[in-house]
T-cell receptor, first 108, second 114 residues
Framework: GDSVTQMEGPVTLSEEAFLTINCTYT??????LFWYVQYPGEGLQLLLK?????DKGSNKGFEATYRKETTSFHLEKGSVQVSDSAVYFC???????FGKGTRLHILP | DVKVTQSSRYLVKRTGEKVFLECVQD?????MFWYRQDPGLGLRLIYF???????EKGDIPEGYSVSREKKERFSLILESASTNQTSMYLC?????????????FGSGTQLSVL
């Protein structure tokens, strides 16, 4: 069946470090892919999305490219901030499947 | 902005109680969803609804039921609460059936069953 696998957390980085959170998926067809972010005490909110192969989603300095050949949608940011500390979820939309989430801690 | 409101932020119930979790959205969305969020397990879909009075089982429906009598309201019911239902419950909605649409989430209800 369809599934999403993302890297285990927590991930701890220093401010201004480069971030990559890996996400791979298994699905029939070509589902839309999403990254959601959950800040402490809040529900999830959409960070970015891509709807077809080679699309790049971007928002707030984060980027992710829909790679059909590697079935991946890795999240990247060139220089993280303390305010980026949150839990990040990769998701595919056909059957509304989420990864297990990756908790990110940014140290000042 | 779309607002998805969950009636309680924290709830404490006893084993065997019948529990109602309420969710209301204010943007006339067709689709509504209930998830539970547990450490190390991420979000798991309990039930969803694509229309009034319509419901579909998600991945983990056992021990739960839902009600959608009006378009804006989607209730999750724990018929007889058990300790393994202690969790964070998240409600979400989306406008229609397109797979490109994002989900809008409520802030969650942290349920503790003692």
């Amino acid at each position: 069946g369809d599934s999403v696998t993302q890297m285990e957390g927590p991930v701890t980085l220093s401010e201004e470090a480069f971030l990559t959170i890996n996400c791979t998926y298994t699905a029939t067809g070509y589902p839309s892919l999403f990254w959601y972010v959950q800040y402490p005490g809040e529900g999830l909110q959409l960070l970015l999305k891509a709807t077809k192969a080679d699309d790049k989603g971007s928002n707030k300095g984060f980027e992710a490219t829909y790679r059909k050949e590697t079935t991946s949608f890795h999240l990247e940011k060139g220089s993280v901030q303390v305010s980026d500390s949150a839990v990040y979820f990769c998701a595919l939309r056909d059957k509304i499947i989420f990864g297990k989430g990756t908790r990110l801690h940014i140290l000042p | 902005d779309v607002k998805v409101t969950q009636s309680s932020r924290y709830l404490v119930k006893r084993t065997g109680e019948k529990v109602f979790l309420e969710c209301v959205q204010d943007m006339d969305h067709e689709n509504m969803f209930w998830y539970r969020q547990d450490p190390g397990l991420g979000l798991r879909l309990i039930y969803f609804s694509y229309d009034v009075k319509m419901k579909e089982k998600g991945d983990i429906p056992e021990g739960y039921s839902v009600s959608r009598e009006k378009k804006e309201r989607f209730s999750l019911i724990l018929e007889s609460a058990s300790t393994n239902q202690t969790s964070m419950y998240l409600c979400a909605s989306s406008p229609g059936s397109s797979t490109n649409e994002k989900l809008f989430f409520g802030s969650g209800t942290q349920l503790s069953v003692l």
